[in-house]
C-alpha cells in the first residue's frame, strides 16, 4: 500500500523560473510513499518501468502531447503554437501536474533546437475569428514571391503546417498581409532544456526526439521511391545522416531519454518498406544512446506490430508506445508482453476515442485494469493511452485513468 504526502518544491535552477507564470494546480503534487518509507517520484517511476524494472507502483501517462493542454489553458490554440504563449512544453507540464500523473514530455529537445519563425519572412495573410494563416515570402527587386506552402493556425485545435495553398484555395501571391508581432521568446540550447528540466522536476522525464527516415506524407514521395530508386535512395541517405546528426545533438543536451520514431510508420509505409527505411536508422541512434547510457522511447501510432518485432530483436529500443488497439492499431497488448515483454518496455494502450473520449469512468477503469492484468506483471510497463487524447476528453476519465493506475497498478 501506499500514501501520499505534499513535497515543497525543490531548489537549484528554480531561479530560471522565476518569469515563467504557474497554473494552480487542482491537486497537491506528490510523492509517493512505499512500505518500506522510501520516496519514489514519478520520474523515477517512469525510469524504472522504462528499463524493465518493477517501481513502486505501474507508471500511469496518457497521451496529452498537444490538446488537452492546449484546452486547460484557456486560451486560443493559436497562442500556445504561433505565439508562445504559453508554448506547448509549459502547457503540457502545468497538465501533467493538474491531473498529478506521471510526466512523459519526449519533445523537450525540439523546443531547446527549434528554429524561430523568422518575422522578415512570414506573414499574417488570413486572420478571422476561427483560424491564422501565415505564409513565407521573399522581396527582390522590389517584387514579392510566395512559398507554396501556407501553415493554418486554429483557434480550438492544433495548427496544420506546411499545407500546400492551392487545396485551399489561396492565391499565388496577396496584396494585403500583416506582420507577425509579439510572439514571446525564450532562449535556446542548453539554457532553455534546463529551463524545461527545471520545470518538470520530478513529476516526470523530459526527453529529446529524433525521426526516421521516411517518404512522408504526400504521394510524391511514394511515387520517388518507385519512379526514380536513386534519387529516392541519395534522399533517404541524407536523410538519414541528418537524424545521426540530430541524434549527438540531442544527447549532448543529457536528456532523461531519447524519442524516436515517426507518426503512422508502419500505416504509411507497410512493414517491408518502413524495415527498408529505418531499421539502420533505429540501429544506429538506439546503439549510440545505450553507449551513453541513455534509455530509448519509439513511437509510431496506428499499425506498430511489425515494428515492435523488429524493435525488440533487432535494436538496442528499451520502450515502445503507443501499441493502439484495432481498428486505429493492429496490437494486442496481451501477446506483446507475452513475446516481447522480457526484451522491451511497453507503454499504451486504452482505445483514445472508444474508451478515452466515448467511454464512461466505469468503462475506463475496466480497460485500465485489464491493461495492468496483461502487461503490468514483471514491471516494464507503463499505463498509457494510444495516440494523442482527443480535445474533448472528459477530465473524469483522465482522473480515473489515474486512480486506477494508483490504487489498483501496486506492486
Same mark, same amino acid.
Given at each position: 500500500?501506499?500514501?501520499? =504526502?505534499?513535497?515543497?518544491?525543490?531548489?537549484?535552477?528554480?531561479?530560471?523560473l522565476s518569469h515563467i507564470p504557474r497554473?494552480?494546480?487542482? $491537486?497537491?503534487?506528490?510523492?509517493?510513499?512505499?512500505?518500506?518509507?522510501?520516496?519514489?517520484?514519478?520520474?523515477?517511476?517512469?525510469?524504472?518501468?522504462?528499463r524493465l524494472e518493477i517501481p513502486?507502483?505501474? +507508471?500511469?501517462?496518457?497521451?496529452?502531447?498537444?490538446?488537452?493542454?492546449?484546452?486547460?489553458?484557456?486560451?486560443?490554440?493559436?497562442?500556445?503554437? $504561433?505565439?508562445?504563449?504559453?508554448?506547448?512544453?509549459?502547457?503540457?507540464?502545468?497538465?501533467?501536474?493538474?491531473?498529478?500523473?506521471?510526466?512523459?514530455?519526449?519533445?523537450?529537445?525540439?523546443?531547446?533546437l527549434r528554429r524561430d519563425l523568422d518575422p522578415e519572412i512570414t506573414k499574417i495573410v488570413v486572420r478571422d475569428d476561427e483560424t491564422i494563416i501565415t505564409r513565407d515570402c521573399r522581396a527582390e527587386n522590389g517584387k514579392r514571391t510566395w512559398s507554396d506552402r501556407v501553415n493554418v493556425y486554429y483557434r480550438d485545435n492544433p495548427p496544420t503546417h506546411g499545407l500546400k495553398a492551392d487545396t485551399i484555395g489561396m492565391p499565388d501571391s496577396h496584396d494585403a498581409f500583416e506582420e507577425v508581432e509579439g510572439i514571446r521568446e525564450w532562449p535556446?540550447?542548453?539554457?532553455?532544456?534546463?529551463?524545461? =528540466?527545471?520545470?518538470?522536476?520530478?513529476?516526470?522525464?523530459?526527453?529529446?526526439?529524433?525521426?526516421?527516415?521516411?517518404?512522408?506524407?504526400?504521394?510524391?514521395?511514394?511515387?520517388?521511391?518507385y519512379d526514380d530508386p536513386e534519387g529516392a535512395?541519395? =534522399?533517404?541517405e541524407r536523410m538519414e545522416e541528418a537524424h545521426w546528426q540530430l541524434a549527438h545533438r540531442v544527447i549532448e543536451l543529457e536528456p532523461d531519454f531519447l524519442m524516436l520514431g515517426v507518426s503512422g510508420y508502419i500505416t504509411l509505409h507497410g512493414p517491408v518498406i518502413a524495415r527498408?527505411?529505418?531499421?539502420r536508422t533505429l540501429q544506429r541512434v538506439t546503439a549510440l544512446a545505450k553507449k551513453h547510457g541513455l534509455p530509448t522511447h519509439l513511437h509510431c501510432c496506428g499499425f506498430e506490430r511489425a515494428l515492435v518485432e523488429m524493435a525488440a530483436n533487432e535494436s538496442d529500443l528499451n520502450l515502445i508506445n503507443p501499441?493502439? +488497439?484495432?481498428?486505429?492499431?493492429?496490437?494486442?497488448?496481451?501477446?506483446?508482453?507475452?513475446?516481447?515483454?522480457?526484451?522491451?518496455?511497453?507503454?499504451?494502450?486504452?482505445?483514445?476515442?472508444?474508451?478515452m473520449l466515448l467511454g464512461t469512468p466505469d468503462e475506463v477503469a475496466d480497460a485500465a485494469k485489464w491493461c495492468i492484468d496483461v502487461a503490468a506483471e514483471g514491471g516494464g510497463y507503463i499505463l498509457s493511452t494510444g495516440d494523442q487524447c482527443g480535445r474533448d476528453t472528459p477530465d473524469e476519465n483522465i482522473r480515473t485513468l489515474i486512480d486506477v493506475a494508483r490504487s489498483y497498478g501496486t506492486y
Open positions: 500500500m501506499w500514501t501520499a =504526502r505534499r513535497e515543497h518544491s525543490p531548489g537549484g535552477l528554480l531561479s530560471l497554473v494552480p494546480s487542482t $491537486l497537491p503534487e506528490l510523492m509517493f510513499v512505499t512500505q518500506g518509507g522510501s520516496t519514489v517520484t514519478s520520474k523515477e517511476r517512469m525510469l524504472a518501468a522504462t513502486d507502483m505501474v +507508471p500511469v501517462a496518457p497521451d496529452t502531447s498537444n490538446m488537452i493542454p492546449c484546452r486547460l489553458t484557456g486560451k486560443a490554440f493559436w497562442d500556445i503554437y $504561433l505565439y508562445q504563449d504559453p508554448p506547448l512544453w509549459k502547457a503540457y507540464i502545468d497538465c501533467c501536474k493538474h491531473f498529478n500523473f506521471d510526466g512523459w514530455l519526449p519533445s523537450a529537445t525540439n523546443f531547446a535556446k540550447g542548453k539554457e532553455m532544456f534546463e529551463i524545461i =528540466r527545471a520545470y518538470m522536476g520530478d513529476a516526470g522525464i523530459v526527453g529529446g526526439g529524433v525521426g526516421l527516415p521516411s517518404l512522408g506524407k504526400e504521394a510524391e514521395g511514394v511515387f520517388q521511391y535512395r541519395e =534522399r533517404l527498408e527505411l529505418g531499421l501499441l493502439e +488497439p484495432p481498428p486505429m492499431g493492429d496490437c494486442d497488448l496481451a501477446e506483446i508482453k507475452r513475446t516481447f515483454g522480457s526484451k522491451i518496455a511497453l507503454m499504451g494502450n486504452l482505445h483514445t476515442t472508444g474508451v
